[in-house]
């Protein structure tokens, strides 16, 4: 799987947009990139994901480079339920292939 | 999205003896399921991949006589910590894979003392 570079720690006041960069400059054609989070003492939760269409769900945006090179995960109204480390992970779809997580960015959103 | 269910979510034991960690998925059929381990601010590691019917594939530097993995049907998955030492107290979490993604238990935490 392709390596990811996240910053290792990120602010946002609540209420604000929370932009969270990842670089996965070695990516291959058949990979996606996956957004995970995980609250302090849980289990990772699973965000959002994408080929090279941006995507958006309930949770979040998802903005992926047109050369694929890198993304960025928006959470576009971050509360402080939000406070948690953000894993971006790039792996095929399809297959059994591992999930295999870096150090993640730690973002605390601030009252 | 898919539900992991994991058991317990924490569990203290005396060193020397063995403890069982379930994993279950309620809503899918995880055909692979994988085990993390995760120490106080460290990322997750992956100790092993296990898939249903078939022995487990363990990452390198983990033991396979110690973390016994057994993934019998589609929705469970169990590790064993045989003879638990103090440094294997650690969180654990399991993933279990399907409808093209992966989904996370909740964690165990186990101390070993």
């Known amino acids: 799987d392709a390596k990811t570079t996240q910053p290792p720690s990120m602010d946002c006041a609540e209420g604000r947009a929370a932009n969270l960069p990842c670089n996965h400059s070695?990516?291959?054609?058949?990979?996606?990139v996956y957004w995970y989070r995980q609250i302090h003492s849980q289990g990772p939760q699973y965000i959002i994901h994408?080929?090279?269409n941006n995507e958006t769900n309930e949770m979040a945006s998802l903005i992926i480079t047109e050369d694929r090179k890198s993304s960025t995960l928006i959470l576009p109204h971050a509360t402080l339920r939000d406070t948690a480390v953000y894993y971006c992970i790039v792996r095929a779809f399809q297959g059994a292939q591992k999930l295999v997580f870096g150090q993640g960015t730690r973002l605390t959103i601030n009252p | 999205g898919a539900v992991v269910s994991q058991h317990p979510s924490w569990v203290i034991c005396k060193s020397g003896t063995s403890v069982k960690i379930e994993c279950r998925s309620l809503?899918?059929?995880?055909?692979?399921m994988f085990w993390y381990r995760q120490f106080p601010k460290q990322s997750l590691m992956l100790m092993a991949t296990?898939?249903?019917?078939?022995?487990?594939?363990?990452e390198q530097g983990v033991e396979k006589d110690k973390f016994l993995i057994n993934h019998a049907s589609l929705t469970l998955s169990t590790l064993t910590v045989t003879s638990a030492h103090p440094e294997d107290s650690s969180f654990y979490i399991c993933s279990g894979r399907g409808g093209g993604g992966a989904f996370f238990g909740q964690g165990t935490r186990l101390t070993v003392v």
């Open positions: 994408g080929l090279k």
């Open positions: 296990s898939n249903e019917g078939s022995k487990a594939t363990y």
């Open positions: 809503d899918f059929q995880a055909t692979t």
């Open positions: 070695t990516i291959s054609g058949n990979e996606y």
